[in-house]
């Protein structure tokens, strides 16, 4: 695709203000317009907004005046899907690229992935979900997985503590803080790890495996002091850490695995190992490791997120209709982003 994509930003939140960011001075991508969901965020600038200097594209709650720029596609990255406005930015015809992985799949609920579907198709557009887990650390798997001549097991960890990714809604939602025995606490996590059994379906047909269960188990560590980490508190006691897995199972062998070792801050009980990065295994024919880690330590996890998604908008646009995964696109990489 050779000529400049007009894009919107659907809220500018942790991932949204990195999509900004990552778009501003993109040789293919036109930044045209912003949705603000937070009323104190309309009539604001975008670029002040995403930390920037300003862009002259103010934010609005407008949907008809965003639609109305004819965007090629909108790079939606609200906190939780409104699906009035998915529906009517797809029947416009404006493809649509989410780091909700969960409306590429299942998670909704199957009305909610059907009105997704047929917008998406009225309006001949496509809706793509991504981001880095679920999204692009899986891809570096499979991508590993092309040199083997024997699978037995393919995994990926997600490790990190997350104290530098300020976002008490959506830790409070996984159950950090609750007491370890409180009931809503294994609901939480597992709910909050939907996306996951989505991604486990997504790789499982990439490798052209059956898989017949999905397992999820998990695991909490209990905070040794109160802390204080700016954006949220957890109490000692109270839930600061989970270990868990979803397993895809053929047969009784979990053959996909999506681990997960998220911390907030460092002292807790158990105290498991934090490899800082995501970390793929493959067990068989060669056996393979493979780690994505920053040098500096931790990645920006708001752009690590992100930039899957705007990386992806010109072959997302290119896509046939309907909802699209990562296995109906060429491989997504960062093209473009050598300056
Ligand atoms: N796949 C992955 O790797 C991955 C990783 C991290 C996050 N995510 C997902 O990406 C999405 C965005 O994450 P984030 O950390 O950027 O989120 P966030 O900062 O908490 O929220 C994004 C924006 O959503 C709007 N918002 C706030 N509360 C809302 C509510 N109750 N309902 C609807 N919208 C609300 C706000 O928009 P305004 O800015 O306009 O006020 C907010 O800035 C989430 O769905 C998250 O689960 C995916």
């Not at 991932?15 to 317009?33: C, E, F, I, K, Q």
């Not at 990439?206 to 109160?226: K, P, S, Y």
Request: glycine fraction near 10%; proline fraction near 6%; aromatic fraction near 8%.
């Amino acid at each position: 695709m050779s000529r400049r994509l007009k894009v919107v930003q659907w809220t500018t939140g942790k991932t949204g203000s990195a999509a900004v960011r990552g778009m501003v001075g993109h040789p293919v991508l036109d930044l045209v317009g912003c949705y603000a969901y937070s009323p104190e965020k309309v009539g604001r600038d975008v670029g002040e907004l995403a930390g920037l200097a300003p862009l002259g594209i103010t934010a609005t709650d407008d949907v008809d005046a965003l639609l109305a720029l004819e965007p090629d596609c909108v790079c939606y990255m609200a906190y939780r899907p409104n699906f009035d406005h998915l529906v009517r930015i797809l029947e416009s015809g404006a493809n649509v690229v989410t780091t909700m992985y969960m409306l590429s799949g299942s998670g909704y609920g199957q009305e909610a992935t059907r009105s997704v579907r047929e917008a998406a198709l009225r309006g001949g557009a496509s809706l793509y979900s991504s981001g880095i887990y679920p999204g692009h650390a899986p891809m570096v798997a499979l991508a590993a997985s092309a040199m083997c001549q024997r699978i037995d097991q393919i995994s990926v960890l997600e490790s990190l503590d997350i104290s530098g990714y300020a976002n008490e809604q959506m830790f409070r939602a996984q159950g950090f803080d609750l007491e370890p025995d409180d009931p809503r606490a294994p609901q939480l996590v597992e709910g909050s790890c939907g996306s996951f059994k989505d991604q486990i379906g997504v790789m499982a047909r990439a490798l052209g495996v059956r898989v017949d269960e999905i397992r999820f188990t998990a695991e909490f560590a209990a905070a040794n002091r109160t802390t204080d980490f700016g954006f949220m508190t957890v109490q000692k006691g109270h839930i600061a850490g989970f270990k868990g897995v979803i397993a895809g199972v053929a047969g009784d062998r979990p053959v996909i695995e999506c681990r997960f070792v998220w911390k907030i801050g460092e002292d807790m009980t158990p105290d498991w190992p934090v490899t800082r990065g995501y970390v793929v295994e493959i067990e068989g024919d060669p056996n393979v490791r493979v780690k994505l880690e920053s040098p500096d330590g931790h990645f920006d996890g708001a752009v690590t997120t992100a930039m899957p998604c705007v990386n992806a908008i010109p072959a997302v646009c290119a896509a046939p209709p309907g909802i699209v995964n990562q296995m109906d696109l060429p491989f997504v990489r960062g093209a473009h982003q050598i300056r």
